[in-house]
Nanobody, 118 residues
Framework: QVQLVESGGGLVQPGGSLRLSCAASGTISMIYAMGWYRQAPTKQRELVATITSGGSTNYADSVKGRFTIPRDNAKNTVYLQMNSLKPEDTAVYLC????????????WGQGTQVTVSS
């Protein structure tokens, strides 16, 4: 069984920073990519950032230059460093992992709330 455990959400003022983390655990043979999506009320889930096992990254245009996605392969952990936060960044942030146990599958975390408000 694979689990993705997220932490680091909360309330922050506009212009502030937060760092999310997501740790994958279980009998994992290979992690191909990990990343973050977000979903705000009444909006569709959208990709925020992803990173492959080789270190290639992809960011939504709305977060480029403000967010980064470092990864610790030894700990099967991915982070989302969020700087210069804006009210429109308010959402539930969900971690995902594209990995293989016996077959390649996408797994999702439970989500962590990020609220940007003064």
């Amino acid at each position: 069984q694979v689990q993705l455990v997220e932490s680091g959400g909360g309330l922050v003022q506009p212009g502030g920073s937060l760092r999310l983390s997501c740790a994958a655990s279980g009998t994992i043979s290979m992690i191909y990519a990990m990343g973050w999506y977000r979903q705000a009320p009444t909006k569709q889930r959208e990709l925020v950032a992803t990173i492959t096992s080789g270190g290639s990254t992809n960011y939504a245009d709305s977060v480029k230059g403000r967010f980064t996605i470092p990864r610790d392969n030894a700990k099967n952990t991915v982070y989302l460093q969020m700087n210069s936060l804006k009210p429109e960044d308010t959402a539930v942030y969900l971690c995902y992992a594209d990995l293989r146990v016996t077959r390649r599958t996408n797994y999702w975390g439970q989500g962590t709330q990020v609220t940007v408000s003064s």
